[in-house]
């Protein structure tokens, strides 16, 4: 099986890779090359930092219309996380209003006010859709790591997880051969590195 971690210029790489290589994966590639990437078996998006400049990176690579194409024509399944998974999304007003990639009907937006700090940083409890593959074998409302100001709704059903933090948003979805979770796995300890393993296996 390849793995290939796609790097636009913004995100923890290393750590996802280390986790994999943790599990036992050998064949990982990280790259920005879409000939690596039409090589993939999985693909893993993910991503910190600012939505729109993202999108920017994406497009200037020439990576949003072939992910897309690898994700929807192809069907190869593909994993985001934090931004990654907001990336996912139609759109996000972080930066200022920008589409996403469009690949699940989810609107990104800065959590309203309240009385908790923004940003929601720290390890927080995740509540499980129902026959969910990503969460296979994991109990529910354990905890994983976040670290985000903004966050996903949907009026579908995407497949979510949930979690509350000054509201209740989309922390996690999954449709057919897509996935995505805002929290960080590879920084979620036992709980998260399963369920990067649920993804490879399972999807």
Do not use: W
Request: with cysteine; glycine share 8%.
């Amino acid at each position: 099986m390849k793995i290939v971690i796609v790097d636009y210029g913004m995100g923890n790489l290393k750590s996802v890779l280390s986790v994999f290589e943790y599990l036992g994966y050998q064949d990982i590639a990280i790259s920005s090359s879409p000939a690596v990437l039409n090589q993939a078996d999985k693909l893993i998006l993910p991503g910190v930092g600012s939505f729109a400049m993202a999108m920017s990176n994406l497009n200037e690579f020439k990576l949003s219309s072939l992910i897309r194409d690898l994700v929807t024509i192809d069907q190869m399944p593909l994993l985001g996380i934090c931004l990654g998974m907001q990336l996912m999304g139609k759109s996000s007003t972080e930066g200022g209003l920008t589409e996403g990639l469009g690949l699940v009907d989810g609107i990104v937006n800065n959590f309203t006010s309240g009385d908790l700090k923004i940003p929601h940083v720290g390890y927080n409890q995740v509540e499980i859709s129902e026959s969910s593959r990503l969460f296979k074998d994991i109990p529910d409302l354990q905890d994983y790591y976040f670290t985000h100001s903004y966050r996903m709704k949907s009026q579908k059903n995407i497949g979510q997880s949930t979690c509350n933090y000054i509201e209740e948003f989309i922390c996690a979805f999954e449709l057919d051969n897509i996935a995505g979770v805002q929290f960080h796995p590879e920084l979620s300890q036992v709980n998260g590195i399963k369920l990067l393993r649920n993804f490879l296996e399972l999807f």
